[in-house]
């Protein structure tokens, strides 16, 4: 599944004021005159390689953000860290960005099988799983667990798609 996308964009919102004032004839504000007229203004940014990204080719998004990860981004230190952050599933890896942070999971630095990826969904025990075009991959912050048609059962080892029922079956 391929979403399109070329990169991503993050939106901020900024408030403020704008202060309108008629003008005297020698160009100066007539001060009783002045109107304050409160703003809100939106102001988006790209995101894509240029900023850290794997690839500006975005498959899947997932923001999982009603859980807790192990700080596993300052030296595994055993204390949680509340994630308001987005994974984000390219060509080229796996991107956790949070604020202007963003941690990139490949084949090079993970035990991810396969770079592209193609889903992203959150599993029971506050574990993500991906899956990919070479089988499927379960992160609970620390931990791998890969998963492949030979030694796994799964049908195929392209996954597309990712269900996990009340249960916690996927």
């Known amino acids: 599944f391929d979403l ?3 990169g991503l964009f993050k939106r901020q919102i900024r408030t403020g004021e704008v202060v309108v004032s008629v003008l005297d004839s020698a160009g100066n504000p007539v001060e009783e005159t002045q109107i304050v007229i409160p703003v809100t203004v939106n102001i988006w ?5 240029e900023d850290g990204l794997p ?5 899947t998004i997932a923001n999982l953000d009603d859980f807790f990860w192990l700080n596993w981004l ?3 230190k055993e204390e949680e860290l509340q994630n308001f952050g987005i994974w984000v599933g390219t060509d080229k890896g796996l991107a956790w960005i949070k604020d202007d942070e963003i941690k990139i999971f490949n084949q090079s ?13 959150e599993g029971p025990g506050r574990s993500i799983w991906i899956g990919t075009g070479d089988g ?3 992160f609970d912050g620390t931990n791998w667990t890969v998963y492949d048609a030979y030694h ?5 080892d392209q996954v597309t798609a990712i269900a996990i029922d009340d249960l916690g079956n996927k």
């Open 109 to 121: 630095n993970s035990d991810l099988s396969d770079n592209y990826i193609n889903v992203i969904h």
């Open 74 to 76: 300052n030296d595994n």
């Open 4 to 6: 399109g996308l070329l």
């Open 152 to 156: 796994s059962g799964l049908p195929d």
């Open 136 to 138: 499927l991959a379960e």
């Open 55 to 59: 690839s500006n080719k975005i498959n």
């Open 45 to 49: 940014d790209h995101i894509g390689e």
